[in-house]
């Protein structure tokens, strides 16, 4: 008989990643495609939905033209972006663009919104305690999350608010493409707060804050808990991707929770870090908490009474791909092939530690942790006439590790306890030095995943296999490898103490210049 194995998806910034994942956890087979993002002057940041389906349903062809058997698919998980709003008609049609969890068009209604005569971090007093308390969390000033995406929709754009049946999660929007039915769950719904996510909270959207937020409740996709099975691969779904039908489709979580799982440190305060389009640094913790100055908190997890550290560096890949697409003269193509990457990489190990002294801030998009400020832009500093390329590349490498430095003297603070190890997942995590540059400036051990920028991949299907009752957590953590381990060298640690500490003033010096420059 045929190795049972599920369809997992994750559904990056980047594009969809469609795997077919053991239950043991072995990738059989796995294909990536490309989706572009719109950028507009006004902040706005799109997807269109329709290309995230093209893309899964060829990445699914070519996982079966490489030999998987479709009839021993047992499963679909999903997993990806998340805090993006797909505006879904009545005929399950996208009637306008994704807005992507970077785009922050609605930030002065949110600021209005959210803000008062008497304003903290952005909040008026009873907002901030109102949401706090029972969240955890709140919405973001900034507008760059699902409610200035819904203030958006329905001030700027009325006509197509008129025509939204409902606002989806992207990883909803999947669910509801796989079965028909559009729900969503605790996890997915996060960065909306409108759920009660204390220990012994009630089940279901909390009502005060759906009436604080302005949300119509109606747009809203049914709740269900963490965990559960929308239903079976529809019919003509089935039959469009050569699946079986009936084929159960788990509800979608974050990419946080299935990085979770797919770097294998589920221990209390076992810590990891993505190297992705973002950036983030979480563990698991037993309290419920929130750090507003530094935007950093506790999110519900995948066990009863725990909670995942949640923040985001809006850009750390990204980074690279943007120095290449734009710096990168001898190969002007916008392609993902790993040889230029790998050229990069290369150049940058010619360069010395510290770039000779260039230092590159990597907000290309504003940031959100541990600063939420969305007009602060990416720069080069400290170029001379001995600047070379390799120093610009090697620059970027080290800039988004100063930048997970920044965060991680956040995260410690917030967890109230050092963390030693921390393993590394994400396309970045794919290269060695880049790996070396974090453990030098977090001056960690860091331990890389096995197949780094599938580790999410593998979250998914392994949290599939774990609501359908096959394994625990334990038993999924045990199924990831690690490949690599990296420990700090000391010397190039004294290199960068001092470097690092002149990248935390920059922001304190530069703030004022980027909001006046981008007002």
Not at 405 to 424: A, C, G, N, Q
Not at 486 to 506: M, Q
Request: charged share 20%.
């Amino acid at each position: 008989m045929a190795e049972p194995w599920i369809l997992a998806v994750d559904l990056g910034t980047g594009g969809p990643k469609t795997g077919a994942v053991t239950l043991s956890g072995e990738l059989l087979a796995v294909a990536h495609r490309t989706v572009a993002t719109t950028f507009s002057e006004d902040g706005g940041a799109v997807q269109n939905p329709r290309d995230w389906w093209e893309g899964i349903r060829e990445g699914v062809a070519d996982v079966l033209g490489s030999g998987v058997p479709a009839g021993a698919a047992v499963a679909v998980g999903i997993t990806g972006q998340w805090g993006s709003t797909v505006p879904v008609g009545a005929d399950g049609e996208a009637v306008a663009p994704c807005l992507l969890w970077s785009d922050t068009r609605g930030r002065a209604l949110a600021a209005q919104r959210l803000g008062g005569p008497i304003s903290i971090v952005g909040y008026s007093p009873g907002n901030l305690l109102g949401w706090l308390r029972v969240t955890g969390g709140a919405p973001s000033p900034g507008g760059a999350d699902p409610l200035g995406h819904h203030l958006y929709l329905a001030t700027r754009e009325p006509d197509v608010y008129a025509r939204v049946e409902t606002l989806l999660e992207p990883l909803d929007y999947l669910g509801m493409r796989f079965t028909g039915r559009r729900a969503a769950t605790q996890a997915s719904m996060i960065l909306s707060w409108l759920t009660d996510n204390r220990p012994r909270g009630q089940h279901g959207y909390h009502p005060a804050l759906v009436r604080r937020s302005g949300r119509d409740v109606a747009k809203l996709p049914e709740l269900l808990p963490t965990g559960s099975v929308l239903g079976g691969l529809q019919a003509a779904v089935a039959l469009e991707l050569g699946l079986p039908q009936g084929v159960p489709v788990v509800a979608g979580i974050p990419d946080l929770h299935t990085a979770y799982i797919g770097s294998g440190a589920v221990a209390p305060y076992a810590g990891h870090i993505t190297i992705s389009t973002s950036s983030w640094i979480g563990c698991e913790v037993p309290f419920k908490r929130t750090d507003v100055l530094h935007q950093v908190a506790s999110v519900p997890g995948l066990r009863p009474g725990s909670y995942l550290v949640a923040n985001n560096h809006e850009t750390a890949g990204v980074c690279l791909q943007w120095l290449r697409r734009s710096l990168d003269s001898s190969n002007g193509t916008e392609d993902s092939d790993t040889a230029g990457y790998e050229r990069l990489i290369a150049l940058a190990s010619t360069a010395p530690v510290g770039s000779g002294g260039v230092l590159f801030t990597p907000w290309l998009n504003g940031e959100r942790s541990p600063v939420d400020d969305r007009t602060l832009r990416a720069a080069f500093l400290n170029i001379s006439m001995t600047t070379e390329r390799a120093h610009l590349v090697r620059a970027v490498l080290e800039g988004v590790a100063f930048n997970a430095r920044w965060l991680f003297d956040s995260v410690e603070r917030f967890v109230k306890r050092p963390m030693p190890v921390l393993r590394i997942l994400g396309g970045g995590a794919v290269s060695d030095l880049w790996c070396q540059i974090h453990a030098d400036i977090l001056d960690r051990r860091i331990e890389r995943v096995a197949e780094p920028m599938y580790a999410n991949l593998r979250g998914a299907a392994l949290f599939a296999s774990m609501s359908l009752g096959n394994i625990d957590l334990a038993g999924a953590a045990s199924r990831v490898r690690v490949d690599a381990t990296f420990d700090p060298d000391p010397r190039a640690h004294r290199v960068y103490e001092p470097i690092y500490s002149e990248y935390r003033r920059l922001y304190h010096r530069l703030h004022g210049v980027y909001a006046r420059l981008n007002a």
